[in-house]
């Protein structure tokens, strides 16, 4: 999630920059991408805010990036897509004591 979005910021502002002039495709890169994150059947989803706090880190950043590309690639999206990102903030089926390895630095 840290590698899509910060890269996905810099891209985000590229974007808006040239007024969704995209000769690289960055746009359907990044939609690919913020659909597997996503979908929690993917096995390589994101992880929710209640399972890595830096999770809501990266949200923020991706929440801006697809707040300036609204009509490159957020409005491209299925509708389905554009609903999963609500369930990062979602709870994630147990609890877990503080010390608990969350899977936060497993790559997600």
């Not at 929710?48 to 830096?54: K, P, S």
Request: include cysteine.
């Amino acid at each position: 999630m840290e590698g899509y979005a910060r890269t996905f910021l810099l891209a985000s502002f590229r974007l808006a920059g040239a007024a969704g002039e995209d000769p690289h495709r960055f746009a359907e890169w990044y939609a690919q991408g913020l659909a597997a994150g996503v979908d929690p059947a993917n096995p390589d989803r994101w992880p929710r805010f209640g399972e890595c706090g830096q999770a809501k880190v990266e949200a923020a950043s991706i929440a801006l990036g697809l707040h300036l590309t609204r009509p490159w690639l957020w409005d491209q999206l299925s509708s389905r897509t554009q609903q999963r990102p609500a369930g990062l903030a979602g709870p994630d089926g147990r609890r877990r004591h503080a010390t608990e390895t969350t899977g936060c630095g497993s790559g997600r």
